[in-house]
């Protein structure tokens, strides 16, 4: 990125994970230039043939053809809609979800998010039980109360802060909901599209959600949403809708991401790249603590990293991320990025410490 003096920055924060491939790449371009001289929206009245092609391509690289696609525009529209199809489903209506976690701000997404400062009366009328991440024993002791529809789940939490399920527990939790009849809701809106290595986040731990939902990185800043839904679930007519959701340009810059994120391996970067930034980041005397995998990563310090953020951005001309946990350092960059650019950041990083 260049500024209006000329100055350079390199972006390690992306619009909060939202740059998966790089701010304008050049097949990104022209993909969303050629759709714009054919069509650039029409409503969910017509059919669309590019939403086909995006679903098998994207059930495809994912592993996770078993699932249908609904589209949408944004995170919270569509956790909005997984836990309505999880209400849908099992005609139950309260849901489980976690300590830290972040799910959007609208109705049911933002009663799911553990922050009451963003919940008006509205919100807070939605039944909600919040527990802490891991504790299994109080999983259980909500969802035998069996009026559960959802549980919703981040493989890597985002904005609260890079901490993350064990694979003990997302198994276990996998396995209670199968049990309870509810259905498991997999956030991956910030750490699926590859940005933890694998394709989603859960995928790290060998367990099968019920619904996933996707946003952010699927764009790379266009706006589109997605839920993904499992074949046994059935989506009938009129649960879902929206009027702008799997629009033509929305199709066209999510396969534009998916084509690149194939052609340039970009998973296997990611995975490299952040192995290479855990080893770095052990020379570093100040940081207490690397967290998350891949190209989703935090830096955990015994200080809040507010002025550090701010000599990055002003002296270094390097964008960073803070977190719900004041003392983590956010580190989100496309995922395209290399060696050369983290030899960079630490360079910096070791400066302004
Ligand atoms: C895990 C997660 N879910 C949902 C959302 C909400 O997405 P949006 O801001 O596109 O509504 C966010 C946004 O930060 C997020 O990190």
Do not use: W
């Not at 963003?118 to 504790?135: E, F, H, M, R, Y």
């Not at 290595?197 to 764009?219: L, N, R, S, V």
């Not at 207490?288 to 809040?304: A, Q, W």
């Amino acid at each position: 990125m260049t500024d209006d003096k000329g100055q350079e920055y390199l972006d390690f924060y992306g619009g909060h994970a939202v740059i998966s491939i790089g701010h304008s790449h050049p097949h990104y371009v022209k993909r969303l230039k050629d759709q714009l001289d054919k069509i650039g929206f029409y409503s969910n009245a017509v059919q669309n043939p590019l939403q086909v092609e995006l679903a098998r391509k994207l059930g495809k690289l994912s592993g996770c053809e078993a699932y249908n696609l609904f589209l949408c525009n944004s995170g919270a529209e569509a956790n909005e809609n997984a836990l309505k199809m999880a209400s849908f489903e099992t005609g139950k209506s309260r849901v489980i979800a976690f300590k830290n976690g972040f799910h959007g701000r609208t109705s049911a997404a933002v009663a799911a998010t553990d922050n009451l400062a963003i919940n008006a009366p509205l919100n807070k009328q939605q039944k909600v039980s919040i527990v802490p991440l891991n504790d299994i024993e109080s999983f259980k002791t909500e969802i035998e109360k069996d009026d559960v529809c959802g549980v919703i789940i981040e493989a890597i939490q985002g904005v609260g802060g890079l901490d993350e399920p064990t694979t003990i527990f997302y198994q276990e939790i996998a396995k209670l909901c199968k049990q309870h009849n509810v259905i498991l809701i997999a956030d991956e809106v910030q750490s699926g599209f590859g940005r933890s290595g694998k394709f989603f986040g859960f995928q790290h731990h060998g367990i099968e959600p019920d619904i996933i939902t996707i946003a952010k990185g699927m764009g790379n800043g266009f706006p589109v949403g997605g839920v993904l839904i499992h074949e046994r679930i059935e989506a009938r007519y009129g649960m879902l809708g929206t009027t702008f959701g799997g629009n033509h340009l929305a199709c066209v810059a999510t396969m534009a991401v998916l084509e690149v994120l194939e052609a340039e391996d970009l998973l296997k970067n990611a995975t490299a790249l952040g192995t290479y930034f855990k080893e770095k980041a052990k020379d570093i005397p100040q940081v207490k603590r690397v967290k998350g995998r891949g190209l989703m990563l935090g830096l955990e310090f015994d200080f809040e990293v507010a002025e550090l953020r701010k000599k990055l951005i002003y002296k270094q001309h390097l964008f960073t991320g803070g977190a719900k946990d004041k003392n983590v350092l956010r580190i989100l960059p496309a995922l395209n990025i290399n060696m050369e650019h983290l030899d960079v950041f630490f360079e910096a990083l070791k400066k302004e410490l």
